[in-house]
């Protein structure tokens, strides 16, 4: 009888024991468990600027510069020249002034590899085609024509300038529509210069991540 209640004892220490490990151990278990996506954290901050804002940074500089050649569903759709277009405004507002790190003194010409145009464009659009092949013909209807600026042995667009723009449009916010977590969607008026008459409307779907945004769609509104 002594000896099965000094059995009984040691198991019910050790069972203790086991049920302190498996109590400390949850803690660091619950610790290891994924942390909710941040991804609304982007499009809160969007959502905080002002109607005039969120038109300026997103909507009213690219309808300048490309006008109705950036309208598509999907970004598959976007011809190679528009993406270029696209490329070309994008990294001249830059800050940064990213565009003189192609800057090439020996021949006075921007030497930007392919690889860098997509880099940029993956920044802004997701499942587009890029083909640097499409901009011969480009170029050559460019005044003045220009030949030879896709250098397919080097991989890079060699080119003289990458594009100055300028010009105003008249734009105003008609609808924003959160659409999720992460996309939003702005319809933009475009008016005269007195702002009596619209002229035409556009609606932009736009996705928001944690490295900054991308158009998911671009259309006309009849």
Aim: charged letters at 25%; aromatic letters at 14%.
């Amino acid at each position: 009888m002594r000896k099965m209640s000094y059995v009984f004892f040691i198991m019910l220490v050790a069972a203790s024991l086991m049920s302190g490990c498996a109590k400390e151990a949850l803690p660091e278990a619950e610790a290891n468990l994924p942390s909710a996506p941040s991804m609304t954290q982007p499009l809160e901050q969007a959502l905080k600027l002002s109607d005039e804002e969120l038109v300026d940074n997103y909507c009213a500089g690219i309808d300048l510069v490309l006008a109705d050649n950036l309208l598509f569903a999907q970004a598959k759709d976007i011809p190679s020249e528009t993406l270029y277009s696209f490329f070309c405004y994008i990294t001249n507002s830059s800050e940064e002034n990213i565009q003189e790190q192609w800057y090439n003194k020996t021949d006075d010409k921007y030497h930007v590899p392919i690889a860098d145009i997509e880099a940029v464009l993956d920044r802004y659009f997701d499942g587009y085609h890029f083909d640097p092949a499409q901009l011969i013909p480009y170029f050559a209807e460019a005044s003045p024509p220009q030949h030879d600026v896709y250098q397919p042995q080097t991989k890079e667009i060699v080119i003289g300038g990458l594009g100055g723009f300028g010009g105003e449009r008249f734009p105003k916010l008609a609808a924003k529509e959160q659409l999720s977590d992460d996309t939003l969607k702005l319809t933009v008026d475009y008016y005269d210069d007195q702002y009596t008459e619209v002229f035409y409307t556009k609606a932009y779907t736009i996705r928001f991540t944690e490295e900054g945004y991308q158009y998911l769609s671009i259309q006309k509104v009849e």
